[in-house]
């Protein structure tokens, strides 16, 4: 079974070296036309001067061979020439991902310190959790901390510069972007893990013999770390991910900014050597986590399975996600009964008044009316998105092990190089965005499913079942499958929200809806052209992506505390026995 995780491992890789490797046969347009035009502008697109062109790029011999040539070029570490600017490939690449590197080194940095200060309580008083706080803050978009960082303390107060790579003072700003959500992912983690860990009887006897406070602390930090490494190695990926977006917000030359201004110039050379960079981080980034963890558990606990106690839910009250729900359904409804299309350029850039309670945009467009709407068309395709994951992941369920390696390259792959990959393909649009998010949502749903299955497999009544003959067909569709879609579907509906702001992120971005559509991400895109007359254009989006973020994380705490709740409670049978009572 290992030997089928590690074949869809290499199938699913080689797929996606194939797709970068053909992205000119997959793009459905004429790569020709784009060369021609970046080398002369004024040049008449002719048939000849494009059959002359596609001799000189290979387009012409096929796409199997030209697969074939990119990718000996490719072992010979040559990525060919730029289709814009003519120049060679690699330089480029180095270039960017050295800037990258230098830029997640530090939002790392950040990362570790914000973690350091949630878990530090927790060591300190040795019970509780880092609490919703970081819950709040893993789940703000890169992207939005980023806008909303450039607008306070770049463009109101100027403390820091909001733009370029010259000194140290301009990797503050994104590093701080980058690192803070990171931080409060690490943070609860390990600061929930800890009180139980803490409870632990190893921890009773060590006080009973007067070891040290600093010894329990750090023997305990030995026993959370290694089961969350993996963890740690997926927020390092994610921070690849967001980096693309805070490169693009703050104008840092790095090697995400690279590939997303290749796939909107179509220059494909270009795209592919960036890609091929941003993936091979996350790969290395992946296996650096797992050599982490093996040299964490020692040679004496290197084969054995070490896992944590069940986490203490963090506590939510249900008046935080009613609250918020209120305010956002409050907002939306008020905007949906307005034209989010209306302009009049004699109101542009207007303040906030009755006529306009959230002001006006560029055009004279009412911000209320393109946030309703734009909530209607990004909450829908985000759901399609969700049941897409839900469905994928019941199917992969049942074959745990091939899920696996494929789960492996898509944990490898943040939605932001999945969403350049799909529009340098089929163009930027809602449709690529959500096909590029469902790519990479499936797989933690996908491990639940599978850990349900085997779970429901084992039961003793499915034993029974199958002694009174029933039939598989019968035992799959009554018994196994109700007992996992019900869990899995309530945790799909949790990552809804989630799934939400990736799309707003791509959207940002210019991967995912086109103008004039008002959705939430192409909204912030928008107002920054402007965001230094008219900041409320900017942060109208902002605040609700951050209501959203909390709404996901209130509600998904207020639904495990009610799990964890229902599970401590003794079974009824015992209250019900005394028959005269």
């Known amino acids: 079974m290992a030997d089928a995780a590690t074949l869809t491992r290499l ?30 502008a004024e040049q008449d697109p002719t048939e000849e001067a494009l059959d002359s062109v596609r001799r000189d790029l290979g387009l012409d011999a096929g796409p199997l061979s030209l697969l074939g040539g ?72 890169e992207f939005l901390l980023a806008t909303v960082a450039l607008l306070v303390f770049g463009v109101w107060l100027g403390w820091l510069p909001t733009s370029g790579w010259v000194g140290p003072e301009n990797m503050v700003l994104p590093a701080v ?53 993996p963890q740690f190695g997926m927020v390092a990926v994610g921070l690849t991910g967001g980096a693309v977006a805070v490169e693009t917000v703050f ?10 201004g290749a796939a909107k110039s179509q220059d494909l050379p270009l795209l592919q050597g960036a890609v091929l960079a941003l993936l091979a981080l996350g790969l290395v980034t992946g296996a650096l986590a797992a050599l982490a963890r093996r040299r964490l558990l020692g040679p004496a606990l290197r084969d054995a399975s070490l896992s944590l106690p069940p986490a203490r839910p963090v506590r939510a009250h249900p008046a935080i996600p009613l609250s918020l729900f209120t305010v956002l359904a409050v907002t939306i409804g008020w905007g949906l009964l307005r034209d989010p299309y209306a302009v009049n350029t004699m109101d542009r850039l207007a303040a906030p008044s009755w006529a306009h309670p959230l002001g006006t945009d560029g055009l004279g467009r009412d911000v209320l009316a ?77 491990a639940h499913a599978a850990a349900l299955v085997q779970e429901v497999r084992a039961s003793a009544f499915l034993t ?59 909204l912030l895109d928008e107002s920054r052209a402007y965001v230094e007359r008219a900041p409320w254009a900017a942060l109208a989006p902002a605040v609700a992506l951050a209501l959203l973020a909390g709404l996901a994380v209130s509600g998904a705490a207020l639904t495990q505390g009610r799990r964890v709740r229902r599970r401590a409670t003794p079974a009824p049978v015992k209250k019900e026995a005394p028959v005269g009572v």
């Open 251 to 260: 104008a840092v030359p790095g090697i995400g900014r690279t590939a997303l």
């Open 11 to 40: 199938l699913c890789l080689i797929a996606v070296l194939a797709a970068v490797g053909l992205l000119p046969w997959l793009s459905g347009r004429d790569p020709a036309l784009a060369v021609l035009r970046a080398r002369s």
């Open 464 to 522: 029974a079942q199958r002694a009174i003959g029933a039939s598989p067909f019968w035992i799959l569709t009554r018994h196994v499958l109700p007992s996992v879609a019900a869990p899995v579907a309530r945790h799909a509906l949790l990552r809804l929200p989630g799934i939400a702001l990736a799309l707003a992120s791509l959207g940002f971005l210019g991967l995912g809806a086109q103008p004039p559509a008002p959705e939430w991400g192409l």
């Open 177 to 229: 972007a980058l690192g803070v959500p990171g931080g409060g992912l690490l943070g609860r983690l390990v600061a929930d893990a800890l009180p139980a860990v803490l409870d632990e009887r190893w921890v009773e006897l060590w006080r009973g013999a007067g070891v040290s406070r600093a010894r329990i602390a750090g023997a305990a930090l030995r026993r959370v770390l290694p089961p969350l490494v």
């Open 70 to 141: 990119w990718a000996s070029d490719l072992l010979r570490g040559d990525l060919g020439t730029s289709w814009v600017s003519g120049t060679e490939v690699l330089p480029s690449v180095v270039s960017g991902i050295q800037v990258s590197l230098a830029l997640m080194g530090a939002s790392l940095g950040v990362a570790l310190l914000l973690a350091c200060a949630l878990v530090a309580p927790v060591l300190v008083r040795g019970r509780a959790s880092a609490g919703a706080w970081a819950a709040m803050l893993a789940a703000v978009p």
């Open 370 to 446: 393109r946030l309703g709407h734009g909530a209607a068309s990004t909450v829908g395709t985000a759901a399609a998105v969700c049941l897409l994951s839900l469905l994928i992941a019941l199917a992969l369920g049942f074959l745990p092990r091939i899920a696996e390696g494929a789960a492996d390259i898509a944990n490898a792959l943040p939605p932001v190089i999945v969403g350049i990959l799909v529009a340098a393909a089929a163009g930027p649009g809602t449709g690529g965005a959500a096909l590029a998010v469902a790519l990479i949502s499936w797989p933690a749903l996908s």
